[in-house]
């Protein structure tokens, strides 16, 4: 089985004691369904249409697992804590 990427880009930060929040209840939530953070930063650079803006990476063994995740209680309530905190888009792709 492939394993899977969780990949946020975060477009603008509204209010960072949202995220500060969030990301202390998500890196909980993440952790406890199986996730492993691989990268969490500003981008390096950025090239073609890309935009320099906060990036996180994180791992799982499967897309199951990062989707069941995603709608776990406790991730659901990170997501509360953010609400309106930022504008950021969130993809989970299968690895190869």
Avoid: C, N
Avoid at 5 to 10: N, Q, R
């Amino acid at each position: 089985m492939a394993k899977a990427y969780w990949i946020a880009f975060y477009r603008e930060i509204l209010d960072s004691s949202k995220l500060a929040a969030y990301a202390q209840l998500a890196t909980s939530a993440i952790a406890a369904g199986g996730g492993r953070f691989l990268a969490r930063s500003v981008a390096a650079a950025a090239y073609e249409s890309g935009i320099r803006e906060r990036t996180i990476v994180i791992e799982f063994d499967s897309v199951g697992q990062a989707m069941a995740t995603h709608e776990s209680p406790a991730y659901r309530e990170a997501l509360k804590a953010l609400e309106g905190g930022v504008v950021r888009e969130m993809r989970i792709i299968a690895g190869v």
